[in-house]
């Protein structure tokens, strides 16, 4: 009935890790951890996204732009377009869609 996960603190920084925190009512929390220098590759989101960093420092390529987020910066993003990221620094962050 009720459920504790750790799971946020326990994903080690270990090139990419991805792993869906919740899905209720077509809504997804996705985390994912990212060791330094490693990118998560160019792909597409299904639905409009928010992106939170949890630690860490990341940059976000959308559009043939960069945007640097920091630790507790949200960024949101449309769907069906085309992105990737790069850790500078061991990062997590969450993925809301």
Not at 8 to 31: C, F, H, M, R, S
Not at 45 to 57: C, H, K, N, Q, Y
Request: glycine share 4%.
């Amino acid at each position: 009935m009720y459920k504790i996960s750790d799971a946020l603190n326990t994903t080690p920084y270990q090139g990419l890790q991805v792993g869906k925190l919740v899905d209720i009512n077509a809504q997804e929390i996705i985390q994912i951890s990212l060791e330094a220098a490693s990118v998560f590759p160019k792909h597409t989101s299904p639905r409009d996204a928010l992106l939170i960093v949890l630690e860490g420092e990341i940059s976000f390529y959308i559009n043939n732009a960069e945007y640097k987020l920091l630790k507790h910066q949200v960024f949101d993003f449309p769907k069906n377009e085309e992105h990737w990221v790069e850790a500078k620094k061991n990062s997590k962050f969450l993925i809301i869609r």
